[in-house]
């Protein structure tokens, strides 16, 4: 409900104008002089003020002053007489957010009425959201989110931080499952030995096994010398599986006697290391489901499903969404050196009606296309006003270009334009890259002299 708080002399004025408004749904307020109005007015309080300009004692401009002085952003409109309009356009000139000339049509009153209340909303949604960033904005990763799931999520990690329980992630692909176990990792006493990362599905089944256990020198064909593995490597803190689902069936096994003797035996050896280490595992699929269709062990399952925490998708909770595009754009234009731009109330709607069908990671990438584009082109697909399951069927191609860009001009950004070194990076050829510049109209030159 729209708030108003109406300041003027005359009590016949308050009380017409009260009744005019209190017909359209509004909560009105009344004060017939300026020091009574200041009572009600507090930082971020939550509607607007409509006074008059000429009264005895304070006048409608030194109100406007001692409200802004609580809170510059707060819309002040100005009651003027017949004449004067010159006075009016001082008004507006010290901060005035409109005004009316007496007598005024009810239309214009309400049309006025309803973009400074809108104008106060969004200024006092943005505020909250800087507000909560900040407040999440101490050293390491942060979990941002008010969704009741997101608090029980942080609530979980906060209680079993410190004890040496394995932990399962659940989560669609780009929900941050990454994020939680780096969260959990440096809230922990393991903070200062390593996190270890490793995407089970993005490594041959030939090689996975060396990748989590090491070798010896001459243990097979190729292993010309001795490897520490990824349990080993991350002794001490903490290991990150991710995508357990793909861990090949005969692995899952030798993975089982690793979690439960805590001791790690690298190929071609004899001697067990001991391990003091912390896994955790993440999927996106259900993995008892898995086991059920004999696709995934159950007894690795069970092992590994000490404490489970489950990341809800983006499209569960919208209302975190707003919080973290803000988190987004703030990390984006410090990295960049570019300014923040607020959000039109457009381009909010838009977060809020998509489906995100990439959740955190494709909020991430429209930011980092916000700031170095700009809001138009950023969020062209968006506002075509395409309904949520059109919008992720459709705009899925875009998606996926747009964040191509994203990272590629990230990287040029960060190498000076220096290609073989973006090449190295992003694992491309000489030949894809060039293509991929020109697809997107990047120059390096332009990329020589950015910090």
């Known amino acids: 409900m729209t708030l108003v708080l109406i300041v003027d002399d005359e009590e016949s004025v308050c009380r017409a104008l009260a009744q005019t408004l209190e017909i359209e749904d509004c909560d009105v307020l009344t004060a017939t002089n300026g020091r009574d109005a200041l009572r009600y007015i507090e930082h971020s309080w939550p509607g607007i003020v409509i006074t008059d300009i000429n009264m005895p004692g304070m006048d409608g401009i030194e109100l406007m002053k001692e409200i802004h002085a609580i809170d510059q952003d707060l819309p002040v409109t100005m009651l003027t007489g017949h004449g004067d309009i010159s006075v009016a356009v001082d008004a507006m000139r010290a901060g005035a957010y409109d005004f009316l000339e007496k007598p005024f049509p009810t239309d214009q009153l309400l049309e006025i009425v309803q973009r400074a209340s809108e104008k106060r909303g969004l200024t006092l949604e943005n505020r909250e959201l800087r507000q909560e960033v900040e407040a999440q904005s101490r050293p390491g990763p942060r979990i941002i989110g008010k969704h009741p799931e997101m608090k029980k999520l942080r609530g979980t990690l906060d209680h079993i931080k410190d004890t040496p329980a394995d932990v399962l992630i659940h989560g669609e692909t780009g929900c941050g499952k990454e994020l939680v176990a780096r969260y959990l990792h440096a809230h922990s006493q393991r903070h200062e030995e390593p996190f270890v990362a490793i995407n089970c599905g993005a490594i041959p089944e030939s090689l996975i096994e060396s990748e989590l256990f090491g070798h010896h020198a001459g243990a097979f064909t190729g292993a010309g010398k001795k490897r520490v593995g990824k349990f080993q490597h991350a002794n001490g803190g903490t290991l990150f599986l991710d995508e357990i689902e793909s861990m090949p069936m005969v692995l899952q096994i030798k993975m089982l006697r690793v979690l439960e003797e805590r001791k790690v035996e690298p190929l071609g050896g004899n001697e067990q290391i001991?391990?003091?280490?912390?896994?955790?595992?993440?999927?996106?699929?259900?993995?008892?489901?898995?086991?059920?269709?004999?696709?995934?062990?159950?007894?690795?399952?069970?092992?590994?499903?000490?404490?489970?925490?489950?990341?809800?998708?983006?499209?569960?909770?919208?209302?975190?969404?707003?919080?973290?595009?803000?988190?987004?754009?703030?990390?984006?234009?410090?990295?960049?050196?570019?300014?923040?731009?607020?959000?039109?109330?457009?381009?909010?709607?838009?977060?809020?009606?998509?489906?995100?069908?990439?959740?955190?990671?494709?909020?991430?990438?429209?930011?980092?296309?916000?700031?170095?584009?700009?809001?138009?082109?950023?969020?062209?697909?968006?506002?075509?006003?395409?309904?949520?399951?059109?919008?992720?069927?459709?705009s899925l191609a875009e998606q996926v270009a747009r964040y191509e860009e994203t990272l590629l001009r990230e990287v040029l950004t960060r190498h000076q334009g220096r290609l073989k070194e973006v090449q190295e990076e992003m694992m491309l050829g000489r030949k894809t890259l060039y293509e991929k510049m020109k697809k997107y109209g990047l120059d390096k030159q332009a990329f020589k002299h950015i910090d």
Not at 299 to 313: M, S
Request: glycine fraction near 6%.
């Open 274 to 394: 001991p391990l003091d280490i912390r896994v955790v595992a993440a999927t996106k699929t259900d993995l008892k489901e898995l086991s059920e269709r004999g696709e995934f062990r159950l007894d690795l399952y069970y092992r590994l499903n000490v404490v489970q925490v489950y990341i809800p998708p983006l499209r569960e909770r919208r209302d975190d969404i707003p919080l973290l595009f803000e988190h987004f754009l703030w990390a984006a234009s410090n990295r960049y050196g570019s300014e923040m731009k607020p959000l039109t109330s457009g381009q909010r709607q838009a977060l809020l009606s998509h489906d995100w069908p990439g959740n955190v990671r494709e909020l991430r990438n429209l930011a980092e296309c916000f700031v170095l584009l700009g809001g138009d082109r950023a969020f062209e697909s968006l506002l075509r006003g395409e309904g949520a399951a059109e919008s992720s069927r459709v």
